[in-house]
């Protein structure tokens, strides 16, 4: 089964608009991370967030926000002030079995 | 070097070769994975590395052959691959096991011929 969707394969924003990134998970576990990676077109995966499941407050790094609803079991990217060099693959992940489930990506694109 | 460094950046062999491919990590992490990306694919995890000590085989062919001498250094050795193995290969790292956020390396592009 799968664990974690990313329903939108594509998405395009203006440059300096805020966009988001839908990420949805299904575990049992009580205890669990959401992760969002940025892989530009040069392959390395970057690190971009992290978000424990008993973190009360969202979490935000620079210009990168994830939206928790854990009753709704979604963690959602917004990026705000898009720039050109945001335009990648984005992954969003989790942490279940000792592993981390990926989902399948969504490529942004920012257009000047 | 910083990071987690991957070499080669490209690799293209024959059914019949034997390569390896090489990941260093200079983070001080005590944890390093490989994982395959296939075009349109999420990651697939192959294995994990804690302490030195192999604690995750996720059901990969014995053509792929992971070792880490290490807790820096993590080696995939190949031989007799096939087509269908061609992907990137990405190495990351981490302090502590999958609860912590994994650095990754700028991977491996592998086309078998």
């Known amino acids: 089964a799968q664990k974690i969707t990313q329903t939108q394969p594509g998405m395009f924003v203006q440059e300096k608009e805020a966009v988001t990134l839908d990420c949805t998970y299904d575990t049992s576990d009580q205890s669990y991370g959401l992760f969002w990676y940025k892989q530009p077109s040069s392959g390395e995966m970057i690190f971009l967030i992290y978000q424990g499941s008993y973190d009360e407050q969202n979490a935000t790094e620079g210009r990168y926000s994830l939206n928790f609803q854990k009753a709704r079991k979604s963690a959602n990217l917004v990026i705000s002030a898009s720039q050109l060099g945001d335009s990648a693959m984005y992954f969003c992940?989790?942490?279940?079995?000792?592993?981390?489930?990926f989902g399948q990506g969504t490529e942004l694109s920012v257009k000047p | 070097e910083t990071g987690v460094t991957q070499t080669p950046r490209h690799l293209v062999m024959g059914m019949t070769n034997k390569k390896s491919l090489k990941c260093e990590q200079h983070?001080?992490?005590?944890?390093m994975y490989w994982y395959k990306q296939s075009a349109k694919k999420p990651l697939e995890l192959m294995f994990v590395?804690?302490?030195?000590?192999?604690?995750e085989n996720n059901s990969v062919p014995s053509r792929f052959s992971p070792e880490c001498p290490n807790s820096s250094h993590l080696f995939l050795h190949l031989h007799t691959l096939q087509p269908e193995d061609s992907a990137l290969y990405l190495c990351?790292?981490?302090?502590?096991?999958?609860?912590?956020?994994?650095?990754f390396g700028p991977g491996t592009r592998l086309t078998v011929t």
């Open positions: 983070l001080g992490h005590n944890a």
């Open positions: 992940a989790t942490n279940q079995g000792g592993k981390l489930i």
């Open positions: 590395y804690s302490l030195e000590e192999r604690v």
């Open positions: 990351a790292s981490s302090q502590g096991g999958s609860a912590y956020e994994q650095y």
